[in-house]
């Protein structure tokens, strides 16, 4: 999937009782891989995702109780290419508006930074209408993405 960086369609509303923030500090690796896990990701160590964290440029987080309940993580080489990995949301009937929250405030973040960079994204599939709605076209014209998972 790819943005159309020139369309911004308005910042969608956190719901109430929820908490946004944007770190460029590593996260807690061992929260962030339990939350992970819990929204279906593969089983990774904590050193793994630890690693990764610090490989980031920076992670938005939503908390609820101080409970993590969304993430992204972006990586960039700060001048033509940012990838979003890790975007995951607590399932549950938020969990749409969650998603969308977290696109946005990356994509918010990208476009103030690294206007008109390329840009990826690793997303499951509950996430797809999220990213439409953050101006993510699927397969524009018939661009098509692959990936490999190195087991």
């Known amino acids: 999937m790819m943005p159309y960086f020139r369309s911004q369609p308005p910042a969608p509303r956190l719901p109430e009782g929820f908490v946004l923030v944007m770190e460029d500090q590593p996260a807690d ?25 610090q490989a980031s440029a920076w992670t938005v987080r939503l908390l609820r109780n101080d409970q993590l309940v969304g993430f ?33 405030r990356a994509l918010q973040i990208l476009r103030r930074d690294l206007p008109g960079c390329s840009l990826s994204i690793s997303a499951p599939a509950d ?10 076209l699927i397969d524009p014209n018939g661009i098509r993405a692959m990936g490999l998972s190195l087991s």
């Open 29 to 53: 690796a061992p929260a962030v891989n339990r939350f992970l896990q819990q929204c279906g990701a593969p089983v990774r160590s904590d050193n793994t995702i630890a690693r990764a964290l």
């Open 72 to 104: 992204v993580r972006v990586t960039s080489d700060q001048a033509l290419n940012a990838n979003l990995w890790n975007l995951a949301a607590k399932p549950g009937p938020n969990q749409g508006a969650l998603f969308a929250v977290l696109v946005h």
């Open 127 to 136: 996430a797809l209408e999220a990213l439409k709605q953050q101006g993510f």
